[in-house]
Nanobody, 117 residues
Framework: QVQLVESGGRSVQPGGSLRLSCAASAIINAVNVMGWYRQDPGKERELVATVHSSGWSNCAGSVEGRFTISRPYRGNSVYLQMDSLEPEDTAVYCC???????????WGQGTQVTVSS
């Protein structure tokens, strides 16, 4: 696995914004997908958003219009801009890297996002 280092999670009030960052610590295969998943205790892990190295991206319906995923061209980092946060967005957010030629699948440790008044 490649080590993925996440940052940016913290507590915020409803309606607030956060920006999560994730960086891979090693050289990664040029053809890959990076993304964010989240998991709340007692719930299944769910996809938040992913972005292919070509730039194509997709996101879950529950965050569409509020969250934006981005990454530098040919870069080894990924960002998640989260706006209009809701209490339902509270979860541990984990970064994922899937290198498509080798199928190497790497996960970060996660960063806690708490949305509460």
């Amino acid at each position: 696995q490649v080590q993925l280092v996440e940052s940016g999670g913290r507590s915020v009030q409803p309606g607030g914004s956060l920006r999560l960052s994730c960086a891979a610590s090693a050289i990664i295969n040029a053809v890959n997908v990076m993304g964010w998943y989240r998991q709340d205790p007692g719930k299944e892990r769910e996809l938040v958003a992913t972005v292919h190295s070509s730039g194509w991206s997709n996101c879950a319906g529950s965050v569409e219009g509020r969250f934006t995923i981005s990454r530098p061209y040919r870069g080894n980092s990924v960002y998640l801009q989260m706006d209009s946060l809701e209490p339902e967005d509270t979860a541990v957010y984990c970064c994922n890297l899937l290198e498509l030629h080798t199928r190497r699948d790497s996960w970060g440790q996660g960063t806690q996002v708490t949305v509460s008044s």
